[in-house]
């Protein structure tokens, strides 16, 4: 059998906290497909890693357990990671609390058994009627963090990035510093900014979710801030390397030289209007136009080195070209 013609082999990994109410369905519900199943204990109180051993018998499950909970972040790692390990090549997260179809898998697996993608990810906002359905304080957080997932990541044609029904192919899982990728629920996100680093290629799936009566222990006012830093350091870190230390082109020189032109424009113009105001000195045309044009042209190289950025989004997966070693197989 060639490496062209040879299957690829499906593990499903699934973050168990407080998930003992769903579980079973959704362990009943994981296609035939799949040739394998984890499921991480996260320390969780209901013990559901006793529980699903109890309830899993002859269906292919694998129970991790953590001493001390990580996050879903620390929970897909070693999900992941075991998964790799174990000789899979592709594996999809899927939650355990019942929200994610696991019949929708294989949409998430044809892109990366193709060739077309590295890595896949739901987007619940490709359906406007999925939309309508969204609870509102969702609805709005996901916007917000949409837009600086996008920013931080540089996936800018990605939606809903926060959403954690995703595939990844594992060759480009192990190009990762699985140490180094946050164990929280930035988990998602942070993939994605770890991901661009090693140009994966990343497509959306459209998908519906599914609401029922489930609760859900992100809380939005909380982890705002966190991810707002978290997402300034990612961009700060993804335009250093991208566009200073692996690659130089001309949009590294607008995105010094256009921070720079507004600062000036900004403190001459502020200084000369305090002048103005306080010591009665009128600005003249020269002087006014001194404060504007930086300005205007540093804004005009900042959006010509974003629309650069945009279209520097990777294009061609890059597990085509790894050859996986056999570790553990």
Not at 191 to 216: C, H, T, W
Request: hydrophobic content about 45%; charged content about 20%; glycine content about 8%.
């Amino acid at each position: 059998m060639t490496e062209k013609t040879k299957k690829n082999s499906i593990a499903v990994v699934i973050p168990c906290y407080q998930v003992r109410d769903h579980i079973e369905g959704v362990l009943d519900a994981i296609p035939a497909e799949v040739d394998g199943i984890f499921c991480v204990d996260d320390a969780c109180p209901d013990k559901s890693g006793d529980f699903i051993e109890e309830i899993s018998k002859g269906k292919k499950v694998t129970v991790l357990r953590h001493r001390n909970n990580k996050g879903v972040g620390g929970a897909m790692i070693t999900g992941f990671d075991a998964a790799s390990r174990a000789g899979y090549d592709i594996a999809v997260k899927i939650d355990g609390d019942g929200q994610m179809d696991p019949q929708l898998l294989c949409k998430f697996v044809d892109p990366i058994t193709s060739g077309e993608a590295d890595y896949t990810k739901g987007n619940r906002f490709w359906d406007s009627r999925s939309v309508a359905e969204m609870p509102k304080v969702r609805l709005f957080g996901n916007a917000i963090l949409g837009f600086m997932t996008k920013f931080s990541s540089g996936y800018w044609r990605v939606m809903d990035p926060t959403n954690g029904f995703l595939a990844i192919h594992l060759s480009v899982f192990d190009l990762l510093d699985a140490s180094k990728i946050a164990p929280s629920y930035f988990f998602e996100s942070d993939m994605l900014f770890r991901l661009n680093l090693v140009r994966a290629v990343v497509q959306d799936i459209p998908m519906q979710a599914k609401y029922g009566d489930e609760v859900s222990n992100l809380k939005i006012h909380k982890i705002l801030l966190p991810f707002l830093l978290g997402h300034g350091k990612n961009a700060f870190k993804r335009f250093v390397y991208n566009y200073f230390l692996r690659d130089f082109s001309l949009a590294s020189l607008e995105f010094v030289l256009g921070p720079i032109l507004i600062c000036f424009g900004s403190f001459f113009g502020a200084w000369h209007w305090y002048l103005s105001v306080v010591e009665g000195q009128p600005a003249t045309s020269g002087q006014v136009m001194l404060a504007a044009l930086p300005m205007i042209v540093g804004l005009q190289l900042i959006l010509s080195a974003l629309n650069f950025d945009i279209n520097n989004e990777p294009r061609v997966p890059v597990h085509r070209f790894i050859k996986r070693s056999s570790r553990d197989f």
